[in-house]
């Protein structure tokens, strides 16, 4: 995990000022694995070229190859819905993924000007079985096809989903949300994961958007990837970025949050960067997907 860092270079650092041989080359060791383990977050695989990400910051053009995306845990509802239309307009999003919706926050994110930045909308189903904090949602600048309210069952949250053309690639956006892995649930958690795993069977360029309730730490969520799916932030060399928790006393130590896109069908994303959001429990996180 990330924050091993931390711990292994401490003891490094203890271990030469000690003098301690056996302890600093073990303390290496274990530095070098990590890095090793997390080397797609520091040397880049794929990101977006220069022109999509000045694209991207120019304006919110659905013209071009390139679209600033975004997704958020509203946290049941309570994000504060005018900060979310104000990163919106700040960043020029034209791909907007939100989870744990519920009808009061849909409303006033239509009365704090959403429907007019992000014309195209499509909200999922309730859940078929257990409730995982509300609905999804999906709010596009270009027009939507293929509409889905429940792409594949999961029984605590449906999967919504919509074509969108981006630089002629017609992009299948799905937002998504499984159960967290928390005592007790932790099959509820693997059965939604095989679920969006089961997308890899189809022929589509997917970018797959929300909270996957897992990190790269994750063999479940390595799994979910195979060699269909890749992860933006393991790909893209720039870090990692952490989002949750958020507006805690304690700074965001994992990152749950996703860009998962089809490689080898024309697409990518990176340039992540997160940002907190009144009342959610999650940071947003946005970046940039450009199609070719």
């Known amino acids: 995990m990330p924050i091993l860092f931390a711990p292994v270079l401490v003891c490094l650092a203890l271990a030469a000022l000690w003098r ?3 302890l600093l080359v073990v303390s290496a060791a274990a530095l070098a694995t990590t890095a090793a383990w997390h080397v797609g977050y520091f040397v880049p695989t794929s990101r977006v070229s220069p022109s999509a990400v000045a694209s991207a910051q120019a304006s919110a053009s659905t013209g071009d190859g390139a679209a600033r995306i975004m997704t958020l845990n509203t946290y049941n509802g309570n994000a504060s819905a005018a900060e979310i239309v104000s990163l919106v307009k700040r960043y020029n999003v034209e791909v907007l993924c939100l989870e744990e919706l519920t009808d009061a926050e849909v409303r006033a994110l239509g009365a704090a000007g959403l ?6 909308r499509v909200i999922s189903d309730a859940a078929s079985e ?11 600048a270009a027009p939507m096809s293929n509409v889905s309210t429940n792409l594949l069952p999961i029984n605590t949250s449906s999967m919504p989903a919509a074509d969108i053309v981006v630089g002629g690639t017609t992009v299948r956006v799905v937002a998504v949300h499984p159960n967290s892995p928390v005592r007790g649930a932790q ?7 095989s679920v969006i795993q089961s997308l890899s069977g189809y022929d589509h360029a997917y970018l797959l958007c929300g909270d996957f309730n897992s990190t790269w730490d994750h063999a479940r969520f390595r799994e979910l990837l195979g060699d269909t799916f890749v992860d933006a932030g393991e ?6 970025h952490m989002t949750y928790p ?6 965001p130590l994992i990152e749950i949050d996703h860009f998962v896109y089809s490689k080898s ?6 340039n992540l960067e997160t940002v907190a959001v009144s009342g959610s429990d999650h940071r947003a996180l946005i970046g940039i997907l450009e199609a070719s």
């Open 265 to 270: 069908s024309g697409i990518v994303a990176s």
């Open 115 to 120: 429907d007019a930045v992000l014309p195209h």
């Open 20 to 22: 301690r041989r056996v």
């Open 246 to 251: 958020s507006n805690k006393k304690v700074p």
């Open 187 to 193: 099959g509820e958690w693997s059965q939604g994961l």
């Open 130 to 140: 257990i409730n995982n904090g509300g609905r999804n949602g999906i709010w596009t």
């Open 235 to 240: 790909q893209s060399g720039q870090g990692f």
